[in-house]
């Protein structure tokens, strides 16, 4: 049977204290890697995801910076490098929140917030960790990207703006470090289910689930899963792909 096994890499989680982060890094610690927990604001659940971490036997640190802005992002990665070592897979998660309306209404700050976070967050992660990745011939870069891009329904406009303008970026990344053997994909959830969901009581979304062929949303573990699956060694001669994880609810087609 086949076994993803992380085992001796480094990987890195921006946005870990958050719903989908904090599944991502179990997920890759029970694979065998050890896990740069990032965090902007929520120390106490980055610290208790640390502690978590620690008890699987994996080892940890926690590293807070904001993402957008390039001196924390190189902070950050110095930090890491002397802590754990230099990291074999990042995974970029963090992503800033907004209220959704219509182009006329959207405040203009949304559109650079969204940039910040989508675009220049990837782009500032490529600089501080890539060019370890070239001199040692290896690495996975993870984008979280969003089924949205695809949809761009109506009071999407600014998130889709940043996540198309990421999935640009990252393309064209994979492209250019594809000869260090270094991969570059992306992950595309639905609407999914978190432990903030399970708290308050599950229900069916029906206006939602009756459009995705599989009937059902999505679950935290279900994303996490994929991100492992591109992190290991089994996914080698895959890059430069958006993965939609939302039970076929968007199909890129060709």
């Not at 990987?11 to 991502?24: D, F, H």
């Not at 206006?207 to 059902?216: A, D």
């Amino acid at each position: 049977m086949l076994q993803i096994n992380l085992s001796g890499k480094i990987a890195v989680v921006t946005g870990a204290s958050g719903e989908l982060g904090r599944v991502m890094v179990r997920t890759l610690a029970s694979c065998g890697a050890d896990v740069a927990i990032h965090y902007l604001r929520n120390q106490e659940k980055a610290s208790e995801l640390a502690k978590e971490v620690e008890s699987m036997g994996r080892r940890t640190a926690l590293v807070q910076a904001n993402v957008t802005i390039q001196d924390e992002v190189f902070t950050m990665r110095d930090k890491i490098s002397s802590t754990l070592g230099v990291p074999h897979i990042i995974v970029n998660n963090a992503v800033i929140q907004y209220n959704w309306t219509n182009v006329l209404n959207q405040e203009v700050k949304d559109y650079e917030s969204q940039f910040q976070s989508c675009v220049l967050h990837n782009v500032l992660m490529a600089k501080a960790f890539v060019p370890a990745m070239i001199s040692e011939n290896y690495g996975r870069v993870i984008g979280i990207n969003t089924e949205c891009a695809m949809q761009t329904f109506e009071g999407q406009s600014a998130y889709v703006s940043g996540k198309r303008g990421m999935d640009g970026v990252l393309r064209v990344l994979a492209k250019e470090v594809g000869k260090h053997q270094i991969t570059v994909n992306q992950v595309a959830p639905g609407w999914t289910i978190s432990d903030k969901d399970r708290q308050s009581g599950l229900k069916r979304q029906e206006g939602y689930e009756s459009k995705v062929p599989l009937n059902r949303r999505g679950t935290d573990q279900e994303i996490a899963n994929v991100v492992a699956f591109l992190a290991s060694d089994l996914a080698s001669y895959i890059t430069g792909v958006y993965i939609p994880v939302c039970g076929g609810n968007v199909m890129p087609r060709i």
